[in-house]
């Protein structure tokens, strides 16, 4: 068994963070912390006092449960996905409105 940190060995939270991280980098431990505290991180194993690891089915319900979301989850998404669009949509007509738009801008030269 190869252990590496954040591979698929390692069960430990800093692991989870890690594999569900970003290209930029892992997880966040505040956000992480926060999706607990709501209720939407996944399901903790304790072993000891100081040990506490994420099993890998718990993992795998976990990403099931982000993947298709219920409730107030859903609800939370469609309001997002609703917010930037509106937002785009904001800028797309403030963009076309000014001055330097491409519509606005004539014709090309010939060189």
Known sequence: ????PGGDNDRSITGFRIRHGSGKG????????????????PRETV??????????SDELAW????ASPKGTEARLHAMAAARRL????MGGKAS???PNHVSKQG???KR
């Open 26 to 41: 892992p997880m966040s431990r505040r956000f992480y912390y926060s999706l607990r505290a709501k209720g939407l991180g």
């Open 96 to 98: 076309a409105e000014g």
């Open 1 to 4: 068994m190869d252990w590496t």
């Open 47 to 56: 072993l000891a006092p100081k040990k506490i690891i994420i099993t890998k």
């Open 63 to 66: 990403e099931k449960a982000r």
């Open 86 to 89: 509106e937002i785009a949509t």
């Open 107 to 109: 014709r090309r030269k």
